[in-house]
């Protein structure tokens, strides 16, 4: 049975070895944006960029089955329940692969039936390739929407640091092949598009591989273990997260697809550089964090309460450094911009200011709700995606109101701030034992 000292051990290998993995895929993030946008120019950098975060609609899609499959498997390994880990594991592959087929078949119908050059405000002319490239791009991201569940797997063996591991060696395929794609003179937006998309694939079918032959035989799934009830289950848990995770996605999908049809897809570059820019505080907040959500789980079912008071002191110290840090990211953001990307795009002051403000919003709620999502406390957090209703006619608003990007920003910001308030208030009544109505699981 895990005791106190192990849980944080554990916890702490994670840490140090994530420090380390997430340093590198950020340093590999870095290099991807000047490089690609050598490779595409501004405004079909703009382009992709926009349909990445389309393409982030289906890695949502699976109705929240893997942060339900991490909870799940942490518990049945706490319990040391092996055939219900594995029936688990089996269950989210077989539902997984339900949900991405049709899902597959719609929108290739849809790519290739519907205006996609009138969707994305660009002239055939641009990107005459750009049918096709949706077409592969959707088709690759499909089938990693599947074999992604091992990032998941990991997280909830508490060994978050493999999954930010696969994320990374994925990068580093995109890297290597942009470069190569770059130097040849073979850099085109279908090549690029099949570089972001097949690289993290490979990725995930080689550590299948590792994973179920090598590591973990006992936890192979099998289709003799697909139990249609455990995947029900373990749906009615994800379809909390599910509508959490899509509530983000559409505030972030949605930024770039208004910025590029009211503005123009060039200006989702600047934008999306600052948001990377800042966003390195998002990794680093994540990287010391996460670990604490599976851990919280396992100490939450032995009534380690003491535990988790600890860990929520030492996340108070990391939230505190990274608002110094977030300080610091916006004073030096200029000479960063100009060592980093040069010329090739200018990325104004306010326009990073607002972004960091916005992120920090953010990692102070979520610092709450990785405690909460461990627990399985998500009835609060679900009722709190209504601001997503209010966030689109708002920002469509600011859109046909101004040629300002920095109101959209704000509304942004206004949006997340009551979720952050929520979460705080119902960590300490749990914690607290004073939890009733809305505020219990």
Sequence with gaps: MKDNSQRSKLLYKNIIASIAIKGYAAIISLMLVPLTLNCLGTLKNGVWLTISSILLWIDQMDIGLGNGLRNRLAIHIAHQEIKEARQTISSTIAMLACIVLPLLIVLLLLTMNTDVYGFLNVIPEEIPELRIALVYAISFVCLTFVMKFIGN????????AVSNLLISLGQTIILIVTWLLYVNGKATFLSIAIANTASPLIIYFIAYTYTFYIQFPKLRPSFRLINLRSALELGNLGLKFFWIQIASVIQFMTTNILISKFYTPALVTPYQIAYRYISLSMVLFTILCMPFWNATTDAYERKDIAWI??????????????????????????????????????????????????????????????????????RLQLYMTVMTIIFIPSVYIVCTKTDNILWLIAVMCICVAPSFFANMIQFHKILNGTATGIWKK
Excluded: E, H
């Design 309 to 378: 008071r600890k860990a929520n002191q030492k996340m108070n110290w990391m939230v505190a450094g990274i608002t110094l840090l977030l300080l610091i990211m916006i004073i030096a953001s200029p000479w960063v911009y100009q060592v980093w990307i040069g010329d090739a795009c200018q990325v104004s002051i306010g326009i990073t200011t607002m972004v960091a403000i916005y992120n920090l919003l953010l990692i102070m709620s979520m610092r709450y709700a990785y405690f909460l999502n461990g627990v399985g406390a998500l």
């Design 153 to 160: 797997f990991y997280m909830g063996m508490q060994l978050p």
